[in-house]
């Protein structure tokens, strides 16, 4: 390699979940090449969260053919890792004759690439983020790397202390929230992803722990789901201290909001991802589909911030769990002392 120190073109250019669940393998990368220059190539409105990821040098989008081409090949990449691959990405990194190209080996997609590990990741045998690691460590292997420092630990997206206690202040002054309560966020909506529980279930899940505790509940939705966000708070007695976001597209705005919580309950979507990457608690619920399970899309919290249930096929088109057993053990979750 002509040049001392490589360029790394890094591609997830898919959904916000996906994004974010590359991260630990970017920090990983990171902190073994310290002196990389590492450039993400994300998907167009996802720019802005991935400029969250300190390890990376650079964040480009996905836009026209041309325009990504000029991108490209202006920073004249080395090597080109590639998380999970399309056929017009493959094309895109050949065509652009970066010298080492490594991505899965899957579809025709594959064939664009001189490096690349078999993996069939829709058999669901390991976490998404270990995929991701995994070509993270055949790139090692490649470059000869000896000596290889452990990957890091949660959180993988980090706000200041400063910040923190800042967003906070002003989250709750903004929403008239106690602060002596604890924080859950409820999010009902799927953004398009897997199945989430019906809005019926929701609403259950929130009396069922108002009875252990008088939590500010905040229903978290997207600017689209503000109908479903209506329809479940339409559900819950006022005993309860519930209160709906404003819906934002900014996501550093959303990452922002986010980080006031104590516990994050959702569907397996982006911004359940998003509070596992603040290391945050979760609560997620998941479909029986062998490429969706709780295995594959679990968070990238620490493993004692986690808790998943799968869906017991109940009923068509939403998830169905056990949910007076649910409740008890949320409640659990929420009680648990944190392991430090």
């Not at 292997?141 to 997206?157: A, E, G, R, S, V």
């Not at 709750?172 to 799927?190: L, M, V």
């Not at 108002?210 to 503000?226: L, P, Q």
């Not at 249930?309 to 109940?314: H, R, T």
């Amino acid at each position: 390699m002509a040049r001392k120190y490589p360029v790394i073109l890094l591609v997830r250019n898919d959904k916000m979940g996906d994004l974010i669940l590359s991260i630990p393998a970017i920090s990983w990368l990171r902190k073994n090449l310290p002196n990389a220059k590492l450039v993400w190539l994300v998907k167009k409105e996802l720019r802005d969260l991935a400029i969250l990821c300190h390890h990376v040098d650079d964040v480009i989008y996905d836009d026209s053919f041309r325009s990504i081409m000029s991108k490209i090949n202006a920073y004249q990449f080395d090597i080109a890792l590639t998380f999970f691959s399309t056929f017009r990405i493959g094309y895109l990194i050949n065509k652009a004759k970066i010298p080492i190209r490594l991505a899965p080996k899957t579809k025709l997609a594959q064939f664009f690439y001189n490096h690349k590990i078999v993996q069939k990741r829709s058999r669901s045998q390991k976490p998404e983020y270990e995929y991701n690691t995994e070509l993270v460590s055949e790139l090692f292997n490649i470059l000869q790397i000896q000596d290889i420092i452990d990957i890091d630990k949660p959180p993988y997206i980090k706000l200041d202390d400063i910040k923190n206690n800042q967003i906070k202040r002003e989250f709750t002054k903004k929403y008239q929230i106690d602060n002596e309560k604890k924080i859950i966020f409820i999010h009902p909506g799927t953004g398009g992803s897997s199945n989430t529980l019906s809005i019926e279930d929701y609403s259950k899940i929130c009396i069922g722990l108002r009875r252990f505790d008088n939590y500010n509940f905040i229903i978290h939705h997207s600017v689209d789901d503000e109908r479903v966000a209506n329809n479940l708070i339409s559900k819950l007695p006022k005993n309860i201290s519930v209160t709906k976001i404003s819906p934002t597209k900014d996501k550093i705005e959303m990452v922002k909001n986010i980080s006031v919580c104590d516990l994050f309950i959702s569907g397996s979507t982006g911004p359940l991802h998003i509070a596992g990457a603040l290391n945050k608690k979760t609560v997620g619920f998941y479909p029986s589909k062998k490429s969706s399970t709780s295995l594959r899309w679990q968070t990238i919290n620490d493993f004692d911030k986690r808790l998943d249930f799968e869906d017991i096929g109940k009923a068509r088109g939403v998830i169905t769990i056990e949910l007076n057993k649910a409740i008890l053990e949320i409640q659990k979750h929420m009680d648990k002392l944190e392991i430090v």
